[in-house]
């Protein structure tokens, strides 16, 4: 027994100290988070090099690179013969393939020309850089704003200036002003060098949430002054996933948050401006393209006016030994349910998935038909140009406006990616009045063309 005890006791001494040794390390790892190897500057834009004093978050960064699909988002791997012109050997798959509809949709716009399922952060540049839609219309450098690293390129255009260079870069070519850019989205469009504090670097978004503020009684906003920690956790994300659309011959991006960031909100702006993106090829009407209005649609729903920021959910926090860390494999949160969902629904990760694809599937079904409303209302007023309604006859503007709204309504669930989770009850009313749109478009077409007439000339 005396033996025994013994023993006994130095196990427990022996596992005691080892127990403290351990807590005596993770405190010490924890007061120093990071190792600093290399020194980072303003100008210091390439990940890896930050990737040397932050290893654990570049190992996540990297992984955007991963090609996972869910029900309603992400993109399977499809494999391309690469030529001269695209050197890519992986794309994702085609969503015009996958749903004619959008063809007709955006009949005479680049996008009928090529569209695909969005990939990772890692592919942003390249997928911009390779879109047939580059050969359909030559689009303007205004576009590396949300598919590059451009906080460096835009100082350096603009002599130290972020908002002149972002100017200078917006005029130029794409493929001219492609030259100037080297990686996508990187460390420093998001953080800052010295402190490592979140900062928005997209003269875009500065300009957009200042107007917004001043919509809302607050002069003089200034994001990176004024936004709290918890707010630019989303901000930095709304820089590039947002509306927005080109200015005038300088092509200046704009964020058309004057009026606020509801649907009918922006379109009321681009009313007044008298904005459009193309004249629709069949139907004649001055058209308009929704791009990924997530911040819009997000700032809608329940999970911001909980206080729910985007990187709680695409970048939520976990432990790697004693430090804690913002999940840089930015993702759908339904492929990283026990972290970005778990932490504040304490329900089972099989019924937290049920619910949220039950969401899309109601929001998907309503998506179908206002799809089918609008084709319908295009093909409505394709027959009444065909069957020689005078173009500047009032009844006929009136229907191509209702189709602008239909179609804007219906492209600002579309282009979203959440598939209408960020927020539900939004989605459904906007797609439902889309299908208001559609509907009232077609009477005012058939006012003035029998119902016999269009079904012939269809």
């Known amino acids: 027994m005396f ?31 990071f190792f600093r190897v290399v020194e980072l500057t303003d100008d210091t834009e390439d990940p890896a090099l930050w990737g040397k004093n932050f290893p654990l978050q570049y190992d996540d960064y990297r992984r955007t690179s991963d090609q996972v699909r869910t029900r309603f988002g992400g993109s399977e791997a499809l494999p391309k013969t690469p030529s001269q012109a695209d050197p890519r050997s992986i794309v ?11 063809k007709t949709m955006w009949a005479g716009y680049a996008f009928s020309r090529d569209f695909r399922e969005d990939r990772g952060h890692s592919f942003m540049l390249d997928d911009q850089t390779y879109t047939e839609r ?44 492609r030259k100037e850019v080297t990686h996508p989205v990187a460390c420093i469009d998001c953080h800052d060098s010295q402190t490592l504090h979140l ?15 001043l919509h809302q009684g607050v002069k003089d906003y200034d994001v990176n ?24 011959t300088e092509k200046r991006l704009v964020y058309p948050w004057q009026n606020g960031t509801k ?33 819009e649609l997000w700032s809608q729903g329940i999970h911001a006016r909980s206080g729910v920021a985007c990187a709680d959910c695409h970048m939520p926090y976990k432990r790697v030994g004693a430090h804690k860390i913002s999940d840089h ?42 799809m089918d409303a609008l084709v319908e209302l295009i093909a409505d007023l394709k027959a009444a140009r065909t069957a020689g309604v005078a173009t500047n006859d009032t009844r006929l503007v009136a229907a191509q406006d209702f189709q602008r709204k239909a179609q804007f309504y219906l492209d600002f669930i579309e282009a979203e990616n959440s598939m209408g989770f960020h927020a539900p009850q939004e989605s459904v009313r906007i797609l439902g009045e889309s299908i208001d749109f559609s509907r009232k478009g077609q009477n005012a077409v058939r006012a003035l063309v029998p119902a016999s007439t269009v079904a012939t000339t269809r």
């Open 3 to 33: 033996v025994a005890t013994v023993v006994v006791a130095a196990v427990v001494a022996v596992g005691g100290l080892a127990l403290l040794m351990n807590v005596f390390e993770h405190k010490q790892e924890a007061k120093n988070p």
């Open 92 to 102: 994702a798959q085609s969503r015009l393939e996958e749903d004619t509809r959008l």
């Open 134 to 177: 580059q050969q359909a219309v030559k689009q303007p450098g205004t576009c590396l704003h949300c598919h590059a690293s451009v906080y460096v390129p835009y100082r350096k255009a603009g002599g130290g200036d972020l908002i002149k260079g972002f100017e200078i870069i917006n005029q130029k070519p794409f493929a001219e002003a």
């Open 199 to 213: 900062r928005i670097t997209r003269p875009g978004f500065i300009e957009g949430i200042r107007a917004l503020k």
């Open 225 to 248: 002054r004024d936004a709290s920690r918890q707010e630019m956790r989303s901000y930095v994300c709304a820089q590039c996933h947002v509306e927005y659309y080109f200015k005038g």
């Open 263 to 295: 649907v009918e909100e922006i379109l009321a702006y681009y009313d007044e401006t008298k904005h459009k993106d193309w004249v629709h090829a069949e139907s004649g009407a001055p058209a308009l393209k929704a791009q990924h209005p997530e911040f």
């Open 329 to 370: 494999h930015v993702r759908s949160p339904l492929l990283n349910v026990q972290k970005a969902c778990q932490t504040c629904h304490n329900w089972p990760e099989d019924e937290l998935k049920a619910r949220a694809v039950t969401i899309q599937e109601r929001t998907f079904k309503m998506r179908n038909l206002a």
